[in-house]
């Protein structure tokens, strides 16, 4: 089985981001997860590069993974090593496309969102092949309060945990709680289930073929975004540039 050290990592923003591609990563995802080796994957945007600073030690561990998300990521990317990743691992795409390849049977739990887009996303998910929900609960505390989700997770016995906080408090919680975990693979998944249960629209595929997702988000939600893709854009490359190919 290859292990994440044999995969080919850049370093960006202080973290070790994988270089490879999604159908690689999918494979190496599922044969430690069938091999119950614990596992977490993080997706790196422009925001998780700036919010979770503070994490970079954690995040050296070799079991956990850092994908590369977005077009902020390859043009830091082409400003440093001169070449932008081999491919896009955003977990919007990647974490479905995992879901929809499993091998066998997979107990799955899902924790974060509101609680009709964590329902939604279980209704979604349920209706694949190899997807068995063991477990959901929202992210605000009011299916399950949030000091019972450990126990709620151990007793459902997952052999994979999505965590949809947002950046850093999904990477956070998922750094504070490993060894309390006992689940093979723990991914952040950010807004998925709000995309999975239609309560947030994806953009339309050709403005994602564009790599201008990240405005028609700014559209829809102008209040919250506009600091994140404006002054935190800014942050993002200075923070890169600063940093160099250090970790
Ligand atoms: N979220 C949550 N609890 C919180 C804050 C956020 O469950 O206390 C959820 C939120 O409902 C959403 C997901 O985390 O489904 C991602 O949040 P956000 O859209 O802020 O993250 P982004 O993808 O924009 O970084």
């Known amino acids: 089985m290859p292990t994440p050290a044999e995969f080919p990592t850049r370093p960006l923003g202080g973290f070790r981001i994988l270089n ?11 044969a430690r997860m069938t091999a119950g080796i614990k596992t977490a994957l993080v997706f790196a945007n422009t925001n998780f590069v700036v919010q979770c600073q503070d994490l970079r030690d954690a995040m050296q561990e070799p079991d956990v993974l850092i994908a590369n998300d977005g077009i902020g990521l390859d043009l830091a990317s082409l400003a440093i090593h001169g070449e932008k990743f081999v491919d896009n691992l955003n977990g919007t795409d990647l974490t479905p496309a995992l879901l929809q390849s499993l091998p066998k049977p997979t107990r799955v739990y899902l924790y974060g969102a509101a609680p009709e887009s964590v329902a939604g996303a279980v209704r979604r998910i349920s209706a694949l092949p190899n997807v068995v929900v063991c477990g959901y609960a929202d992210g605000y505390g009011r299916r399950i309060p949030h000091d019972q989700i450990i126990d709620d997770i151990s007793q459902c ?26 689940v093979p693979l723990t991914i952040g998944v950010g807004a998925l289930f709000d995309f999975l249960s239609g309560s947030k629209a994806r953009a339309p595929a050709f403005v994602q073929k564009l790599h201008l997702e990240w405005a028609f988000r700014l559209m829809l939600e102008p209040r919250r975004l506009l600091k994140r893709y404006t002054y935190d854009i800014g942050v993002f490359f200075a923070l890169c540039m600063r940093i160099g190919k250090r970790v």
């Open 20 to 30: 490879c591609r999604s159908a690689e990563l999918i494979g190496l995802l599922t």
């Open 157 to 182: 016995q997952p052999d994979l945990l999505l965590v949809a906080l947002g950046n850093p408090r999904q990477e956070r919680w998922m750094i504070e709680n490993r060894d309390r975990l006992e």
